[in-house]
């Protein structure tokens, strides 16, 4: 997820947030219906549908789990890190509990480190009935600047 927008006008003051604000449309996790609904460094809460993110077995797609996972890890992360600085996930794993095949799943990322060039959530994914869906781990890494493009943002002359 790219955090541009969230760097930009990220608050002093995480109850005002604007939430549409950390699923930009445009952007995987827009797709697949997330939306994210309570967010601050230490705690991000989020849901998606099952339906359009299942396999062809009209399961819910492991993949999908580990995409809401990631976005809502990565957007704590994100808050975490502050202004003028990027979260990037750099490693994520998942077990996958149970299967579903329709209704709304929610996340809960829960910080269980936060460094000054690491953050790790831990998230867990449950269904409407409250059982245990998925459980993943995101580390983030937390950098002055993105990957590949140089410190100062400003074109070549």
Do not use: K
């Not at 930009?8 to 003051?13: E, F, K, L, N």
């Not at 699923?23 to 994210?36: F, K, S």
């Not at 797609?61 to 809502?72: I, N, P």
């Not at 831990?122 to 410190?151: F, H, K, N, Q, Y």
């Amino acid at each position: 997820m790219a955090n541009t927008e969230l760097q930009a006008t990220g608050p002093a003051d995480w109850s005002e947030l604007d939430l549409a604000l950390l699923v930009p449309a445009q952007t995987l996790p827009a797709r697949m219906g997330i939306t994210i609904t309570e967010a601050s460094p230490t705690r991000v809460v989020g849901t998606m549908p099952v339906a359009g993110n299942t396999q062809p077995y009209g399961l819910l797609h492991g993949g999908a789990s580990c995409v809401l996972a990631e976005s809502l890890g990565s957007t704590g992360a994100a808050l975490h890190a502050g202004r003028d600085r990027f979260a990037m996930g750099i490693e994520i794993n998942a077990t996958h509990h149970r299967g579903a095949t329709a209704g709304m799943l929610t996340g809960v990322a829960t910080q269980v480190h936060a460094g000054r060039t690491l953050a790790t959530y831990d998230i867990v994914i449950t269904d409407e009935a409250g059982r245990r869906i998925c459980t993943a781990r995101l580390s983030c890494l937390l950098s002055d600047r993105l990957p590949g493009r140089s410190a100062d943002p400003r074109p070549a002359s």
